[in-house]
């Protein structure tokens, strides 16, 4: 292979297939706006100057990989005031986002009147409402994030053992 080819292949293996794809368009056919353009716009030493524009669609996903469906509570846990689950979560997070994205922590269950989350680098406390913790550095790093949360739920007074629903709602928001 020439290097000249060879330095061709190399760029069109960096490029997407829709950059692929658009890149052949512009170069292949010149649009009919362009083509009935009136003298002088769009030109330069007589030839045709195309002027293409791309975005990228912001991308904020959650993918929950473990979650307890169902919180467990035995005797013991009603004597000591609180269920600990060392890893009780892990999700898979996909972002582009350059000014950064949180994570919201809701409870939903009167089962539980409070949660510590672990494995966000700083405890996170969430007292009977909503709470969110911020990741701004994501300016510098956008891709793929998995989480290992851990929780230690804090019982209701009224708790009795038994099974009970997932108590926590985990949503993510812009930063």
Do not use: C
Request: hydrophobic share 45%.
């Amino acid at each position: 292979m020439n290097p000249i080819a060879r330095r061709r292949a190399l760029a069109a293996s960096r490029m997407s297939v829709a950059g692929i794809a658009l890149a052949f368009l512009v170069a292949a056919a010149p649009s009919a706006a362009m083509a009935q353009a009136p003298a002088g716009a769009g030109t330069r030493a007589g030839g045709v100057t195309h002027v293409v524009h791309f975005s990228v669609p912001p991308i904020l996903k959650m993918r929950t990989v473990r979650e307890p469906g169902q919180l467990r509570v035995t005797e013991r846990d009603v004597a000591a005031g609180f269920v600990s689950l060392d890893e009780g979560v892990e999700m898979e997070i996909l972002t582009n986002l350059r000014g950064g994205y949180g994570v919201q922590f809701q409870l939903r269950h009167p089962v539980v009147r409070g949660v510590e989350v672990s494995g966000l680098g700083a405890p996170v406390r969430v007292e009977g409402a909503v709470s969110t913790v911020s990741f701004p550095e994501n300016a510098s790093r956008p891709g793929r994030r998995t989480l290992m949360l851990g929780f230690r739920l804090r019982l209701a007074d009224h708790v009795a053992p038994g099974v009970y629903a997932w108590p926590v709602d985990m949503v993510l928001v812009r930063g």
